[in-house]
């Protein structure tokens, strides 16, 4: 395969060997570099709560940190904060991403991103120039989760905070509905992970929403890297094109943050 | 390599790149490929099962002659689908056929399922057995298809020693950890399309032999990359990774 910088957007440590967050951490990285994969992103990795209690994120968010310490030149840490416990998730922020080594949130399933309780937040990690993950998905089989979100839901959200960025995870799962419900709104990106490698994804992407608003990701280690890597490596797009993909678009949010913390 | 999980015609709700046969050949021949068994989209979902099996030997012969394998379509729900499997075999020469149980409406334990085994293992063809097509979370809304219930199988298979079974698709009903299994029951192979977590080929083998797993891409619904990727991934040696690129399907072939 053609050589590229390779940064990637979500990884976890579930099912990944070791007897520690670090040696997990280690492992999941050798695998990434038989792909040459320069910097994984790390998501929670411990408690997988849908609903997380403030004792539960606060594990979460150690875990990640821990797992970091010994690679800081490779990876980056995403936050776990909750519309249920917005207070909590505020301090947690000061405490992870503000004074700590942290550069972005995750939103998983414990609300819609359509919901106001998410405001504070969003403003939080605004002013933090935070990278902004929401989990979204389009579920076709009736499992979808209460709290769940779907693109339309995180297009609200990025309606009301017009001058933030977000990135819509797994574009949906159904892409060609993820692709099209935020192709409007130019501060919302969207990320490949975490679905089959079904061929065409990443070409409508191009086509519809232009390369800068595209960002690889695995949705490692329950999904490979193999098959997320296909969903670039495999795509009839141009060379500029992946290499925004695969690092570009993710360094430049990135930078951001860390630009912010100085 | 040989790619044991190709699909020629067209996918009802989606254009591919390569879904033309000859984009599709000349793309596989680019990535090394040296053959690949296809299969029929259309044997999903047309009545006239005659005429798609008659259309992928020709489609094989026309544009991948000694590189493209006709595996045809038999659903035995249709009325007398017997002489659809003598075609196979005897018309067309095909070395093995394709089945999708949840796409034709049957169960694994339906005894006309063990029949079709028996008798195609009798005849020496390959049975390709597809568990999916595609996450059920993203199927068409109008068109809500259920992976295939893998639990009655080791206990089908088991009375068929003869039998040649290769299982497409298989990790999204079938758990990669119950794979040993179905693989103790009788002659059992399973292709790597919709294997995944980090270097998931080295967890399934340690589950079943190396010699029973098989590359296959899943061309062209899936991006091809995706399999040539998990070869990679594996961090397996060279003599395994050469088993499951080329030598296995080579022997099972034969």
């Keep these: ?262 | 390599m040989i790619d044991t999980n190709i699909n020629l015609e067209r996918w009802p709700f989606r254009r591919f790149v390569d879904d033309a046969p000859d984009r599709l050949v000349a793309k596989l021949k680019a990535r090394g490929v040296t053959q690949a068994w296809a299969g029929s989209f259309d044997g999903l979902f047309h009545r006239d099962i005659a005429a798609v099996n008659q259309r992928l030997a020709e489609t094989c012969q026309q544009f991948g002659r000694d590189f493209l394998k006709p595996f045809g379509t038999v659903n035995p729900v249709l009325p007398d689908w017997h002489d659809d499997l003598r075609r196979c075999h005897e018309a067309h020469k095909m070395p093995g056929l394709r089945l999708h149980p949840n796409y034709h409406g049957y169960t694994l334990d339906d005894p006309r399922f063990a029949e079709l085994l028996s008798l195609a293992a009798d005849r020496g063809l390959i049975v390709q057995l597809v568990l999916s097509m595609e996450d059920e979370r993203t199927q068409h809304a109008l068109h809500l298809v259920p992976h295939v219930d893998p639990k009655p199988l080791a206990g089908v298979i088991a009375k068929l020693p003869k039998l040649r079974l290769v299982l497409l698709n298989a990790f999204r009903s079938l758990p990669v950890l119950k794979a040993a299994e179905v693989a103790k029951a009788g002659q059992v192979w399973f292709d790597i399309a919709m294997l995944e977590s980090v270097a998931g080929i080295a967890k399934l083998i340690e589950q079943v032999s190396p010699e029973r797993v098989l590359f296959g891409s899943h061309s062209p619904l899936f991006y091809f990359e995706s399999a040539e990727l998990k070869l990679v991934e594996s961090g397996l040696p060279e003599p395994i990774l050469k088993q499951i690129r080329s030598s296995n399907a080579e022997r099972l072939m034969l």
């Design chain 1, 1 to 262: 395969m053609p050589q590229y910088r390779i940064w990637d957007l979500h990884c976890h440590l579930l099912g990944v060997a070791g007897r520690t967050p670090e040696e997990k951490m280690a492992t999941l990285l050798e695998i990434a570099d038989r792909h040459g994969i320069e910097r994984l992103c790390l998501f929670f990795s411990s408690t997988w709560s849908k609903t997380p209690t403030p004792e539960e994120l606060k594990t979460d968010n150690d875990v990640v940190m821990q797992a970091m310490s010994h690679w800081a030149n490779r990876t980056h840490g995403f936050c776990y904060v909750s519309g249920e416990h917005v207070e909590f998730s505020l301090a947690e922020m000061d405490r992870c991403i503000k004074r700590g080594p942290m550069v972005g949130i995750k939103l998983w399933v414990a609300k819609r991103a359509s919901e106001r309780n998410l405001d504070a937040i969003i403003r939080k990690a605004s002013e933090l120039k935070a990278v902004i993950f929401q989990h979204t998905w389009f579920k076709q089989d009736g499992t979808q989760y209460p709290g769940e979100s779907t693109p339309l839901d995180l297009v609200e959200l990025a309606r009301r905070h017009p001058q933030t960025h977000f990135i819509c995870g797994h574009a949906g799962g159904q892409w060609e509905m993820g692709i099209r419900a935020i192709r409007a709104l130019k501060n919302v990106s969207i990320e490949l992970a975490g679905s089959d490698p079904t061929a065409g994804f990443t070409e409508m992407a191009v086509r519809e929403l232009g390369p800068e608003r595209i960002i690889y990701g695995s949705d490692s280690a329950g999904r490979s890297f193999a098959s997320q890597l296909a969903k670039v490596f495999g795509a009839d797009i141009s060379e500029d094109a992946k290499r925004m993909i695969f690092s570009e678009n993710l360094r430049r949010l990135i930078e951001a943050a860390q630009r912010a913390k100085k």
